[in-house]
């Protein structure tokens, strides 16, 4: 830890409240309905979205709104060491932790008796991938065409010793003392997920706080602005 920030530089040449750069692409795959991937910095997520579909087994369709299952997998070769593939509790937890976040910006209740899929593979792990999988997953149910409410985003904060940190990464993961991802909506300015990794003042609490809510501000116009050239060169294109 010691000698991670000298006068105000991160190892990485970023100052204390930079997001990493950033990168988005809107359709990735054919098949799915919508697909976008979304880079922080070494974290790369992709987000496929199936849907509306039929619920099979019919037993668990339910009449008054559509269900969603989201499946986030951290691919074998998106860390350093090879990790083994398949099931982990890990995925499984932030699955759920992705999903309970989507299902209050989708409008389930608009499409009734269906299903919407969320796949989410993470090709590169380097912090907060289940925040850039949120970004992803974000675009990718706009470009599906999911009735939402808003843009959902997500990045985290982090404390270095003394030193209040936006988007962590790299050592500041490992070797740091505090992680703390937050989803939101900038626009109604509303928490969807918050977690937090080590012990805070409550001070230090609350300015972690305006500092993920200023990245995810930023995050949010990032998205905006993808999803506006993307429709741009769509309509060139047709
Ligand atoms: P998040 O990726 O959302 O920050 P964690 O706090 O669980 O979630 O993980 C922090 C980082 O630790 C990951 O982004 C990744 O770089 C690394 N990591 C997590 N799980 C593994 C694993 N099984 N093998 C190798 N690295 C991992």
Request: proline share 3%.
């Amino acid at each position: 830890m010691e000698g991670m920030i000298k006068e105000g530089k991160r190892t990485d040449g970023r100052n204390l409240d930079e997001l990493r750069n950033l990168e988005a692409k809107i359709g990735i795959s054919k098949e799915a309905t919508g697909s976008a991937m979304f880079r922080m910095g070494g974290t790369k997520a992709i987000a496929y979205v199936y849907g509306p579909m039929e619920v099979i087994p019919k037993f668990l369709e339910q009449s008054e709104r559509a269900i969603l299952d989201v499946n986030y997998n951290m691919l074998p070769f998106s860390t350093e060491e090879r990790k083994r593939s398949g099931f982990s509790r890990r995925n499984a937890e932030i699955s759920s932790v992705i999903k309970r976040v989507l299902e209050s910006v989708i409008f389930l209740e608009d499409i009734p008796k269906t299903k919407i899929l969320v796949n989410i593979d993470i090709l590169n792990a380097d912090a907060s991938t289940r925040c850039a999988a949120i970004n992803a997953a974000s675009l990718a149910l706009t470009t599906a065409g999911m009735p939402m409410n808003d843009l959902v985003t997500s990045c985290a904060a982090g404390r270095v010793g003394e030193n209040l940190i936006l988007d962590v990464a790299g050592k500041e993961d490992t070797e740091g003392d505090v992680d703390l991802p937050i989803a939101y909506l900038p626009v109604k300015d509303e928490i969807l997920l918050l977690q937090m990794d080590g012990i805070l003042k409550n001070e230090d609490f609350e300015k972690l706080m305006e500092l993920c809510k200023k990245g995810c501000k930023q995050i949010h116009e990032f998205q905006r602005n993808t999803l506006l050239d993307y429709k741009n060169n769509f309509n060139n294109k047709s």
